[in-house]
Nanobody
Framework: QVQLVESGGGLVQAGGSLRLACAASGSIWSIDAMGWYRQAPGNQRELVARISSGGGSTKYADSVKGRFTISRDNAKNTVYLQMNFLKSEDTAVYYC?????????WGQGTQVTVSS
């Protein structure tokens, strides 16, 4: 069992920055990779960024490459998403995900709103 708690969402103007954090607890030894997904109203949930358990491999959606950075602090069991140069199209609910072999765990989601 893994529990995920997101924080750091909020309202920011276009061009600004936010840093999301996801704290994992429970059976964290079972986590293969963690990532951030987002879902805007009327849209499908999409992968934003993913990082391997050791932090050595990352993947980003094309829409956020060069603007977002995912990182991991294993000592704190926390994954971060640094979001810079935010655009209105980044407005969505952001969900933390942990992949554990054959199961996915999800956080409750945190709202990110970027004003024009």
């Amino acid at each position: 069992q893994v529990q995920l708690v997101e924080s750091g969402g909020g309202l920011v103007q276009a061009g600004g920055s936010l840093r999301l954090a996801c704290a994992a607890s429970g059976s964290i030894w079972s986590i293969d990779a963690m990532g951030w997904y987002r879902q805007a109203p009327g849209n499908q949930r999409e992968l934003v960024a993913r990082i391997s358990s050791g932090g050595g491999s990352t993947k980003y959606a094309d829409s956020v490459k060069g603007r977002f950075t995912i990182s991991r602090d294993n000592a704190k069991n926390t994954v971060y998403l640094q979001m810079n140069f935010l655009k209105s199209e980044d407005t969505a609910v952001y969900y933390c995900n942990a992949h554990c072999w054959d199961y996915d765990y999800w956080g409750q989601g945190t709202q990110v709103t970027v004003s024009s």
